[in-house]
């Protein structure tokens, strides 16, 4: 059994900065990718950010250059660093891992 939590959201001006939390617990959690994903009022969710067991990341084009996506085993836990954030990165963030899901965390992007 996992649970995610993530935290860390909240309303930034475009152009700002957001670093994204999520805790897990369960014994699995070194041994797995966990991603990010997002979803906008009235899209789909999608892919984010994944990072896998050995620290390799990789990235949706859209965020490409601007969020980092890093893990710290030992503490259970994965970051999302967002910079020059955008309108359109407005979404409710989960933190995923195999099948579990977080409630997800609520980025809103205005001025």
């Known amino acids: 059994q996992v649970q995610l939590v993530e935290s860390g959201g909240g309303l930034v001006q475009p152009g700002g900065s957001l670093r994204l939390s999520c805790a897990a617990s369960?014994?699995?959690?070194?041994?797995?990718?966990v991603g990010w994903y997002r979803q906008a009022p009235g899209k789909q969710r999608e892919f984010v950010a994944r990072?896998?067991?050995?620290?390799?990341?990789n990235y949706a084009d859209s965020v490409k250059g601007r969020f980092t996506i890093s893990r710290d085993n030992a503490k259970k836990m994965v970051y999302l660093q967002m910079n020059s954030l955008k309108p359109e990165d407005t979404a409710v963030y989960y933190c995923?891992?195999?099948?579990?899901w977080g409630q997800g965390t609520q980025v809103t992007v205005s001025s």
């Open positions: 995923n891992i195999l099948t579990y």
């Open positions: 369960g014994d699995i959690f070194s041994m797995w990718a």
């Open positions: 990072i896998l067991a050995a620290h390799l990341p």
